[in-house]
């Protein structure tokens, strides 16, 4: 029998200061590994439209996903000149609520009781909160029909821009535990 392996590397962020300051190096290490691999989709989480603008030009020609939270009532977070932009380079968008939050988070501010999917996030901010929020927005993209199951993607996540990244199998929401973290890129230390 032969033993099978991949052999790569991971980098780990010495974090100073929210992800805005690893966001370059993180895509650059996402397309690396996504053109090792031949991974052609791509799901990025941005809330004010930075991160996503600077993965449109990096993913370009690529299936770019881009998951925006709803963050305020009745309002898109992204400037639509910048909507546009990216639209133009081939980026789509999911602008829905967060699939670890919503009704667990509103039962939360209710009662004062912490819900399974809460537990969910916790756990996988041991990891960082950018692979918490990896994992997050690759269920969001499957769920809006833009990503499917039965690929290998790459997601990239964090705090206040990018800096984190996974090679991952996602799955819709409802299906969480079919997900499958095949590796990590890269995240803060």
Same mark, same amino acid.
């Given at each position: 029998?032969?033993?099978? @392996?991949?052999?790569?590397?991971?980098?780990?962020?010495?974090?100073?200061?929210?992800?805005?300051?690893?966001?370059?190096?993180?895509?650059?290490?996402? /397309?690396?590994?996504?053109?090792?691999?031949?991974?052609?989709?791509?799901?990025?989480?941005?809330? +004010?439209? *930075?991160?996503?603008?600077?993965?449109?030009?990096?993913?370009?020609?690529?299936?770019?996903?881009?998951?925006?939270?709803?963050? *305020?009532?009745?309002?898109?977070?992204?400037?639509?000149?910048?909507?546009?932009?990216? *639209?133009? +380079?081939?980026?789509?968008?999911?602008?829905?609520? @967060?699939?670890?939050?919503?009704?667990?988070?509103?039962?939360? /501010?209710?009662?004062?009781?912490?819900?399974?999917?809460?537990?969910?996030?916790?756990?996988? +901010?041991?990891?960082?909160?950018?692979?918490?929020?990896?994992?997050?927005?690759?269920?969001?993209?499957?769920?809006?029909?833009?990503? +499917?199951?039965?690929?290998?993607?790459?997601?990239?996540?964090?705090?206040?821009?990018?800096?984190?990244?996974?090679?991952?199998?996602?799955?819709?929401? @409802?299906?969480?535990?079919?997900? @499958?973290?095949?590796?990590?890129?890269?995240?803060?230390?």
């Amino acid at each position: 029998m032969i033993d099978e @392996h991949i052999t790569t590397d991971s980098t780990y962020f010495i974090k100073q200061e929210r992800g805005v300051k690893e966001t370059d190096e993180t895509l650059r290490l996402a /397309k690396k590994r996504a053109d090792e691999l031949g991974i052609k989709s791509i799901v990025v989480a941005s809330i +004010r439209g *930075e991160t996503a603008l600077k993965a449109s030009h990096v993913f370009e020609g690529y299936n770019l996903v881009i998951v925006t939270g709803v963050t *305020e009532k009745n309002a898109q977070s992204f400037p639509n000149e910048l909507l546009s932009e990216i *639209e133009s +380079r081939g980026g789509r968008f999911v602008t829905a609520a @967060h699939a670890f939050g919503t009704l667990g988070r509103a039962v939360n /501010k209710k009662f004062g009781v912490i819900q399974v999917d809460e537990i969910i996030a916790h756990v996988l +901010r041991l990891f960082s909160a950018g692979v918490k929020v990896a994992c997050e927005v690759s269920c969001m993209a499957v769920d809006a029909g833009l990503i +499917r199951t039965d690929e290998e993607i790459i997601s990239i996540g964090g705090q206040g821009g990018a800096d984190s990244a996974v090679v991952l199998r996602p799955s819709n929401t @409802h299906l969480f535990f079919d997900s @499958h973290i095949l590796e990590i890129i890269c995240k803060p230390r």
